[in-house]
C-alpha cells in the first residue's frame, strides 16, 4: 500500500510553530552579561579617564533577493506575534540602567580618586581584586608618610566601588544581579587597565598586566 504525503503550506508551518513556541514560554529574566560588560565599560573607562573608542562602522547593507522577502513575511509574523505573547519584561533584557543620580555620584568620587591612586597601581603598591575590589598588595612601596593616605584612599574606593555594584542592581529591579554585576567589573577592570598594574587572577594570585 502506497501513502500519499502533502507538504504543508509553508505559512502553516510558521503558524504550528508560532503556537508550539508560544505554549511552552516560561518567564525567565536572565542576565544580561553582554549589555552588563557595555556598561561596565563605559563606567570603568569613564572612571579611569579613557576616551571611549568609536564604534567601527558596519558592513554595508545588501539588497535583499526577491524569495528572500517572501520568506521573510512568515518571520514579521512570528515577530509580531511573538512580541504579543511574550511580556515586555523579556523584550527590555537586553540593556541595563547605569543612569541614576546614585549612579552618576558614585562614577563621579571614583573619578576624582583616580589620580590620587594612579602612582600606587604604577607601583604596584595597590592591584585588583578578583572580586572588583582593590587592596594595598604590598605596603612597603608606599612611602610613610603616604601609608595612611593610601590605606584611606583604598577603603574609600572599595565603599563606592559596592555601592555601585549594588545600586546598579537595585536600578534595574534585579538585586538577585549584584555578584553577576561584581564579576563583570572585575574582569572589566583588568581589562582596561594600563599596563604594568597588577591585578588577582581566578586563584586569587598575583599577576602583572
Known amino acids: ?7 504543508l503550506p509553508r505559512h502553516l508551518v ?8 508560544t505554549a511552552c514560554v516560561t518567564i525567565n529574566i536572565y542576565f544580561p552579561a553582554a ?29 535583499t533577493p526577491p524569495d528572500a522577502r517572501l520568506d ?3 518571520k514579521r509574523v512570528l515577530a509580531v506575534i511573538m512580541d ?26 571614583m573619578r576624582a580618586r583616580t589620580p590620587a591612586l594612579q602612582p600606587h597601581f604604577a607601583s604596584g603598591a595597590v592591584g585588583f581584586t578578583r572580586d572588583g575590589l582593590v ?8 612611602p610613610l608618610r603616604d601609608r595612611a593616605t593610601v590605606q584611606r584612599l ?3 574606593e572599595n565603599a563606592d566601588r559596592n555601592a555601585l555594584y549594588r545600586e546598579i542592581a537595585r536600578a534595574n529591579d534585579r538585586p538577585e544581579w549584584e555578584s553577576d554585576i561584581r564579576a563583570t567589573f ?24
Open 1 to 7: 500500500m502506497t501513502r500519499h504525503f502533502t507538504t
Open 14 to 21: 510558521w503558524f504550528g510553530a508560532v503556537l508550539l513556541l
Open 35 to 63: 549589555a552588563a560588560e557595555d556598561a561596565a565599560r563605559t563606567i570603568v573607562r569613564d572612571v579611569l579617564g579613557e576616551t571611549p573608542r568609536p564604534a567601527e562602522d558596519g558592513p554595508e547593507a545588501t539588497p
Open 72 to 74: 521573510a513575511v512568515p
Open 84 to 109: 504579543t505573547f511574550i511580556p515586555p519584561a523579556q523584550a527590555q533584557q537586553a540593556n541595563i540602567n547605569i543612569r541614576t543620580a546614585t549612579i552618576d555620584g558614585l562614577r563621579s568620587s
Open 135 to 142: 587592596t594595598i598588595r604590598d605596603l612597603n612601596a608606599v
Open 154 to 156: 583604598v577603603t574609600e
Open 186 to 209: 572585575a574582569r572589566v577592570w583588568v581589562q582596561e587597565a594600563p599596563r604594568g598594574y597588577w591585578y588577582q587572577d581566578e586563584r586569587g594570585q598575583w599577576r602583572q598586566k
